[in-house]
């Protein structure tokens, strides 16, 4: 009879063991979101002032006054209300310049999206404004379909789109309108 009321315990405290360890496989993650809403970021940035480097040498400096960390959401993301000046060096350490009232970095499908007065300055000084501007971190690749002004050396092209690789050597301005030079 005691054999029997030891096993019959042993069964009890492994349905026990086993019924808790298959009812704590999402606990974790419950426990890590406690206290964080969804609507809230999980982290803000003050003054940030991030350097990009490739094998020693730096190639981008973001700065930031206020950056919001959405990046605890199925579709994650970082947004940049107060701004960002983006400093890009190429392989000469020559500067361009790329100035936002707005960003938001999609981290998920690594685009980034510029909003409110953007301004792209190139090294060789042809400029870009807009007030929209998406860049497709993996296809190296800026477009829009906003009103643009692209002002080369020689002319100030206005449009309503704009496609461009990220080094602006394939560079096209959408339904053009303005003065163009061409040559015979």
Do not use: H
């Not at 003050?46 to 730096?58: H, M």
């Not at 000046?85 to 981290?107: C, G, H, M, P, Q």
């Amino acid at each position: 009879m005691r054999i029997k009321y030891i096993y019959s315990i042993k069964n009890i405290v492994t349905v026990v063991a086993v019924t808790m360890f298959f009812s704590c496989n999402d606990s974790f993650k419950q426990v890590q979101k406690i206290g964080i809403s969804e609507n809230e970021p999980i982290g803000v940035d003050y003054e940030l002032n991030l350097k990009y480097t490739d094998s020693g040498r730096v190639t981008a400096n973001l700065l930031s006054t206020k950056a919001l960390d959405y990046t605890n959401r199925d579709f994650p993301f970082r947004e940049f209300v107060d701004g960002v000046t983006l400093y890009v060096y190429d392989k000469e350490n020559k500067k361009s310049t790329v100035l936002a009232d707005y960003a938001i970095v999609y981290t998920k499908n690594n685009l980034i999206d510029l909003q409110n007065n953007v301004v792209i300055t190139t090294s060789d000084g042809s400029v870009l404004k807009t007030d929209q501007l998406y860049y497709d971190q993996k296809k190296e690749w800026l477009y829009t379909n906003y009103p643009v002004s692209f002002q080369t050396k020689q002319d100030i092209i206005n449009g309503n789109g704009f496609d461009s690789n990220s080094k602006f050597t394939n560079a096209e301005v959408l339904e053009v309108t303005g003065i163009i030079t061409l040559e015979d």
